[in-house]
């Protein structure tokens, strides 16, 4: 049953781990916005693929 | 300039391409698509160009109308200021510009988009990163190629228009004071989390299953967890308490610092002495749910700001003339006796004379009253008023933060923090709980005495761990969190929970006229025929076609004049001919400040102000503005206009009036005395002439009286008045454009439902009470146990988590359904 003292350490350190990424979640500004970045992501990239095409058929 | 092609139709519905409003006046046809002006086929124009014309189909018809945007290139010239450019930017080097713009207008998912995408319409922008809740756009642009000015003046070409003040330029650093909150909660969460799972084996009697070197070790590691808990997470509450004890009172906080200690230092002794398993889980619980609580209290409105000066509104910079040249300085080097020139919409920035030029000033962000005054040479023209029409030039007679208005913020009552005289209920019941809970704890320490001190210790500990006020302490943040979200959703925004109670005791509500009782959207308009010069002789009448004296011909073009210019009484005018079909004419010549003109049929045709358009002075009626008409220079007649009363405020006064006292404050001259007084009855108080500085004495007097006041206000004016009383409430047509600093903002559209809130105010306190019982039946049992010394870590860890979400539920559900039923809500969740 001793095994039992090296699972509690790897769970406090895995715990407190997750602790530390959301404080630097946190201070990282990834909770400041929680609207915009659903919408963003919605958005496809139809435009850039266009603007890359043009000047390409303009050297040809 | 070209003509612009446009086809006036008879009431097309068609809704313009880019903003969505309906085209009632004229559509411009442009690629097939219909536009209710040119600023918005100059935007679709831009957009289209640089193959930008997805915004259009993310959400429909995303833009805003251009009709009023200002389209003067030279606004933004004090951009260049190397000064301002500090101030302003985020972040500077060799290469790169970061700024962040604050833009009010952004609504919608194609509008972060194209402000995403700014890197397609300059090349020299990096990128734009959009915050669609704080309204706020940050920009990175190569300054080398492109100067902020330009940048500026590229988006507002774009139809959004950043908003730039003075405020912004001396920034404060924004408080971080709620991330704290999170940071502390994470972790009494944390530890709290980890502390259940060591004390789980002794709720069962595990421990003795796993032998002494757990129950040990968990112990131990209990201590270690609990330091951060005691030492980081809860230090607001020992603050709290000190400083309240400092002050010879007893709030809320100084039982719950007393359980904290308690409950630490007993388990400290239990596990190091006595070998016992301690309350250390409790004591995490207890933290974790009370800084729940804490955070659920603090509702934060993002895109309002409740504590906005004057500088909020004030441009950055002026036009500075010296002897040969114009210079832009920012603001605040503006001395006396500098020369200004102010053009057309921009702001007079201090109190000046008027030198030249033809003013025609806006004072809508002082009073509330958006139709402009026209002021003479040599006048003294006062801060906020805005500029319509040609520049002029001023000197200027105090600085201006001295001015008439601005002097305001110099008053005593905006130096200290607004007065928290008003005891919040929970602090008022702290302090006897906390002297009965010792009461009864060394009562239980001395009976126990006399026959087994150890277990007296037991039960006085236990006593005031066990009453540790956690249910008691949850019941006013979670009650005022939810009423607070109640009137969020009914477009009733408070700044913070304590509002709430202080609304609850109001007993005197004072209303400003200008902008709050009236507004200018529910104006009344009359026509008054004129014969001849003798005197007006028909009657009035506000209904077109009911007893007409306009031909539908006279009609028409008025209406097709009126709809040419921009100014609040022709929109008005505008309005009150609604339906009627506009004539086909030719350029109408608008004079800023005077009136618009038109040559039709080769008669001239004038309308606007009486000197413009020759009328005599005596026949007018007082009180409101007039437009006169006048055909080849002979007065014809002239429209009467009123503000009128906002819809349904007489009912609102009236049921506010049956309760409290109801007084008006107003910046005009009291013509409309008895105006008022027949619609809302003679006991309301009404006072006129009222500055900005009597309406702040006047509640100043009020509240020497131990009223407690509500003020209901919209202009900057009212500012003084919204501070000093003991809540402020702000009215604004448009929640995110403008409100002075106050207490609270109101949506206009929902005044009506002020007695209902003010009503539902003291339900809530109510609601405080019955979670009090609650709390105080779980003490009860908790003490009955506690003083025969038979409580356990076991019976702590159930009851506390127990009491506590039982307080939440009661408070969520009661605060809910009671709202719903008084018609506050749609739904009860």
């Known amino acids: ?13 895995m715990a407190g781990g997750f602790l530390f990424l959301f404080f630097r979640a946190m201070k990282g500004g990834q909770f400041d916005d929680n609207y915009t970045p659903s919408v963003r992501i919605l958005f496809d990239q139809k435009i850039k693929t266009k603007e890359k095409q043009l000047p390409s058929t303009k050297s040809k | 300039m070209p003509k612009p092609h446009k086809i006036l139709t008879d009431h097309d519905t068609k809704p313009c391409y880019h903003c969505g409003e309906f085209c009632v006046d004229e559509i411009i046809h442009h690629q097939e698509k219909g536009f209710c002006c040119t600023g918005c086929k100059l935007v679709y124009d831009v957009l289209s160009e640089n193959d930008l014309c997805a915004y259009y189909d993310i959400a429909e018809r995303p833009g805003q109308s251009q009709k009023k945007a200002s389209k003067k290139e030279n606004r933004f010239d004090y951009l260049l200021d190397r000064d301002i450019i500090r101030k302003l930017v985020d972040f500077q080097n060799e290469e790169e510009t970061h700024i962040t713009f604050t833009i009010p207008l952004i609504h919608c998912a194609s509008c972060i988009w194209l402000l995403e995408n700014l890197h397609h319409l300059d090349t020299n922008i990096i990128s734009g990163r959009v915050d669609f809740i704080r309204k706020k756009v940050q920009v990175k642009f190569k300054h080398g190629q492109l100067s902020l000015r330009d940048l500026v003046l590229l988006l507002s070409k774009i139809g959004y228009e950043p908003r730039l003040n003075l405020s912004d330029v001396d920034r404060k650093p924004i408080a971080k004071t709620d991330k704290k909150l ?38 131990y590691l209990n201590i270690l967890l609990s330091l951060p808990v005691f030492f980081y997470s809860a230090t607001d509450y020992y603050r709290s308490a000190w400083l309240s004890l400092k002050n010879r009172a007893v709030n809320m906080d100084v039982p719950i610092a007393i359980g904290i200690f308690t409950l630490f230092f007993y388990s400290l002794y239990e596990i190091l002495i006595a070998g016992q398993e301690g309350y250390m889980d409790t004591l995490g619980g207890l933290l974790f749910f009370l800084l729940i609580g804490k955070l659920y209290q603090q509702k934060t409105y993002d895109t309002l700001s409740f504590d906005r000066d004057y500088k909020a509104y004030f441009p950055v910079a002026v036009t500075k003339l010296t002897k040969d040249a114009e210079e832009v300085i ?11 020139k102010v053009r057309d919409q921009e702001l007079v920035p201090a109190d000046s004379i008027l030198l030249e030029g033809e003013a025609y000033i806006d ?7 958006e139709v402009p005054v ?3 040479r040599g006048e003294l023209i006062y801060a906020g008023g805005r500029q319509k029409g040609k520049a002029i030039t001023l000197t200027v007679q105090k600085s201006a933060s001295q001015g008439y208005l601005t002097d305001l913020w110099n008053n005593e009552a905006f130096q200290k923090e607004k007065g928290t005289s ?22 239980a320490l001395t009976y126990w005495a006399f026959t087994d001190f150890s277990v007296g210790i037991k039960a006085f500990t236990a006593v005031l761990i066990i009453t540790c006020p956690c249910a008691l302490a949850m019941s006013t943040p979670f009650t005022l969190g939810n009423t607070l979200r109640v009137f969020g959703q009914g477009k009733f925004y408070l700044k913070n929970a304590g509002v709430i109670e202080k609304l609850a005791f109001i007993d005197t509500v004072v209303f400003d006229k200008t902008g709050t009782l009236t507004a ?13 010069e003798k005197g007006a002789v028909s009657m009035a009448y506000s209904m077109p076609g009911e007893l007409d004296t306009l031909t539908e011909e006279t009609k028409s073009v008025i209406k097709s004049m009126v709809n040419q210019s921009t100014h609040p009484l022709s929109n008005r005018i505008n309005s009150w001919l609604e339906g009627v079909k506009g004539a086909n004419i030719g350029d109408v010549e608008e004079i800023q400040g005077s009136g618009l003109r038109l040559i039709y049929k080769s008669q001239e045709i004038k309308l606007g102000s009486a000197e413009y358009s020759g009328a005599k002075f005596q026949y007018i009626k007082k009180g409101g503005n007039q437009v006169f008409l006048s055909l080849e220079g002979v007065l014809l007649g002239y429209f009467f206009i009123q503000s009128g009363l906002r819809k349904g405020i007489e009912t609102v006064v009236d049921e506010i009036g049956k309760t409290r006292e109801v007084h008006f404050l107003s910046g005009d001259h009291d013509h409309e005395r008895d105006n008022l007084r027949k619609v809302f009855g003679p006991r309301i108080q009404m006072n006129f002439s009222q500055g900005p500085t009597d309406k702040l004495l006047y509640i100043q007097k009020l509240s020497r009286n131990k009223a407690n006041i509500l003020m209901v206000g919209d202009g900057l004016n009212d500012a ?3 501070r000093e009383s003991q809540v402020g409430i702000a009215l604004t047509d448009r929640v995110t454009n403008f409100s002075p600093a106050s207490d609270a903002i109101m949506d206009a559209a929902v005044i009506h439902k002020l007695p209902a809130y003010l009503e539902f105010a003291k339900t809530s306190r109510k609601i405080i009470k019955a979670s009090f019982g609650l709390s105080f039946t779980y003490n009860l049992i908790g003490i009955f146990f506690a003083v025969q010394g038979l409580v356990s870590p076991v019976f702590c860890a159930i009851l506390m988590p127990l009491s506590s979400l039982s307080v939440v539920i009661f408070t969520t559900v009661s605060t809910n359904y009671l709202a719903y039923k008084k018609g506050l809500k749609d739904q009860i969740f």
């Not at chain 2, 069962?204 to 112990?219: I, Q, R, V």
């Not at chain 2, 920012?330 to 200004?340: E, R």
């Open chain 1, 1 to 13: 049953m001793e095994v039992l003292f090296i699972l509690i350490g790897v769970s406090l350190i």
């Open chain 2, 182 to 219: 999170i940071y502390k909660l994470a972790v009494a969460g944390f530890c709290f989390g980890n502390m259940m799972f060591f004390s789980l084996p002794e709720y069962f009697s595990g421990a003795e299953l796993l032998g002494e070197n757990f129950k040990w070790a968990f112990n």
């Open chain 2, 330 to 340: 920012p603001l605040t080097k503006l001395g006396v006796g500098d020369i200004i």
């Open chain 2, 363 to 369: 004072y809508s962000f002082v009073t509330g009253e």
């Open chain 2, 374 to 376: 026209v002021k003479k």
């Open chain 2, 422 to 443: 008003l005891e919040s209920l929970s602090n008022r019941i702290s302090g006897k709980f906390t002297a009965v809970v010792l009461l009864i704890a060394f009562a």
């Open chain 2, 520 to 532: 200018t959207s529910d104006a009344s308009l009359e026509y008054y025929h004129v014969m001849d």
């Open chain 2, 720 to 722: 003084g008045a919204l």
